[in-house]
């Protein structure tokens, strides 16, 4: 019973804010919100993340421990990880340093990942 309320908990949180927050912009911000939503950044670097860590933590907390679940969780926190820090070595802003460390710790994190399964 527990694991299942972790789990009403762990999705429905965060969804509940989100919906709040965008209730309260008002026209102007909405708009620069669906802008920025559309960005290539937005949708293959930062959502995959945003999305894989409950997705990872969806895979342990119910009880079943169901690998599979896990292994897309990572794998969408690590494929968004690696699209930013691509992004921060080729956009407009370039911070080669923070890209090329970035990157480092991606494949760190996915060796350290797979070793430890």
Same mark, same amino acid.
């Given at each position: 019973?527990?694991?299942? @309320? ?8 965060? /969804?509940?804010?989100?919906?709040? /927050? =965008?209730? &309260? ?27 894989? @860590? ?5 895979? /342990?907390?119910?009880? =079943? ?13 690590i494929f968004g ?7 921060? @070595?080729?956009? /407009?802003?370039? &911070? ?22």
């Amino acid at each position: 019973m527990i694991q299942y @309320l972790f789990f009403l908990l762990l999705w429905g949180v965060p /969804s509940l804010q989100i919906w709040h /927050s =965008l209730e &309260n912009l008002d026209k102007d911000e909405r708009v620069k919100v669906r802008r920025e939503i559309k960005e290539p950044l937005f949708q293959f670097g930062i959502l995959p993340m945003g999305i894989g @860590l409950p997705i990872y933590l969806t895979g /342990s907390v119910l009880g =079943l421990d169901i690998p599979v679940v896990r292994h897309i969780g990572a794998g969408l926190i690590i494929f968004g990880w690696m699209v930013a820090g691509t992004a921060e @070595l080729t956009g /407009s802003d370039r &911070n080669v340093l923070k890209g090329i460390g970035m990157i480092a710790a991606g494949v760190l994190g996915t060796g350290a990942y797979l070793y430890f399964i």
